[in-house]
């Protein structure tokens, strides 16, 4: 039997533990790299309901007196023990079950704010600060960069020429989308051209949607690390050594590239989208309970391992994104995968038309977040 663990659940006991940080960094030694702990510990907040509810014999006599644990109290002792959150919260306002009323207000009321801060007991999840996770090769993890290129010819060039040979190998990784003008042939030119510098592999997407082109490129790629670069350019190349540094210094494990914090180009962003933008970040923050401050931004990185279980958990919201940002999202925070946004600077594309209709697909985005929140925040 292994003595390590992917999940460790220290259910309900640190109010009784003498010496918490010790606790749980024995914890820590039994939980693998890339394992998960799950506290839960009831709320002081409650301590006097509770007390007259003992006296009314409607809870368990008190034998001893708890430790009073915070959410910051929590928060502070797993930092010290070598841990930090991923995501916390508090959970059910009505602990006595009365029929059809506590089934709403556990599942609905208690999730929507200010009542989420009221819950009888208090949730993390956190993860190990240090890990031996990235020592794989001695020059560092490899990295699969996936293009999803539609009409985007005449980026193609600077693409291969521009983005950086990171790890121990770096693959480029083109996926054409049926294009109307010359994009594959420009991709076959450019893949003969600096084929003998780097390594490039192409293909053409089976179906429709910048997602089915991600998806496909991802089961092509061989390397580590796995990221989305967009052909359009707007972000630039060379950011992509930022998104390798940050994940394989362990800060995060699925790197979210953020629009909204440097200033952008004239035209880079029409002021609908962003404020479009603005509002899905601000839903799928409450939604996944990590702090994102742009969804939409095409540049994510993550660990092709992660993104195999995102893969075979992936039926549990369905398969109808069509741009492939909320699928990852989605799959990685019910994976508890530590989401961090990474500011990077926003260009005017320089070839071609955007690919996205703003209403049309805004609507689908809307649709998708409410699905979603029906799986991973109403609970």
Not at 13 to 32: I, M, P, T
Not at 105 to 133: D, M, Q
Not at 264 to 274: A, D, P, R, V, Y
């Amino acid at each position: 039997m292994s003595d390590e663990y992917d999940y460790v659940v220290v259910s309900d006991v640190l109010g009784y533990v003498q010496d918490v940080v010790g606790f749980l960094e024995n914890a820590r030694k039994v939980l693998s790299d890339d394992g998960r702990l799950v506290i839960t510990q009831y709320s002081t907040l409650w301590e006097p309901i509770l007390r007259i509810a003992s006296r009314f014999g409607m809870r368990t006599k008190i034998t001893s007196e708890q430790n009073w644990l915070s959410v910051l109290d929590l928060k502070n002792m797993s930092y010290l023990a070598g841990f930090e959150t991923i995501k916390s919260g508090t959970k059910m306002i009505m602990p006595v079950y009365i029929p059809f009323i506590s089934t709403f207000l556990n599942t609905y009321i208690a999730n929507l704010w200010p009542f989420s801060h009221l819950g009888f007991f208090h949730y993390l999840v956190v993860r190990k600060t240090e890990t031996r996770r990235t020592i794989i090769h001695a020059q560092g993890p490899s990295l699969s960069i996936i293009i999803p290129a539609r009409n985007e010819a005449g980026t193609m060039e600077a693409i291969a020429r521009d983005l950086p040979n990171l790890g121990s190998f770096t693959e480029l990784i083109f996926i054409e989308g049926n294009s109307t003008d010359n994009t594959y042939a420009e991709i076959e030119r450019v893949a003969k051209k600096y084929g003998t510098q780097r390594k490039i592999i192409h293909g053409k997407q089976n179906g429709k949607g910048k997602g089915d082109a991600v998806r496909k490129g991802f089961d092509m790629a061989t390397g580590d690390i796995i990221t989305i670069y967009d052909a359009d350019m707007t972000v630039p190349a060379s950011e992509m050594e930022k998104f390798y540094r940050v994940i394989v210094g362990n800060r995060g494990e699925f790197i979210n590239g953020s629009r909204l914090v440097y200033p952008m180009e004239k035209q880079s962003m029409h002021t609908l989208n962003f404020f479009g933008n603005k509002f899905f970040s601000l839903a799928c923050s409450g939604m996944l309970g990590q702090q994102l401050k742009d969804t939409l931004c095409g540049t994510k990185m993550l660990w092709r391992s992660d993104y195999k279980q995102i893969q075979e958990g992936r039926s549990f919201f369905g398969n109808f994104d069509p741009f492939g940002d909320f699928d990852l999202l989605f799959g990685a925070a019910k994976l508890n995968l530590k989401i961090v946004d990474l500011p990077v600077h926003y260009k005017q594309r320089v070839y071609g038309e955007t690919n996205i209709s703003r209403w049309k697909h805004g609507w689908l985005l809307l649709q998708m977040t409410l699905f979603a929140a029906r799986k991973l925040k109403f609970i």
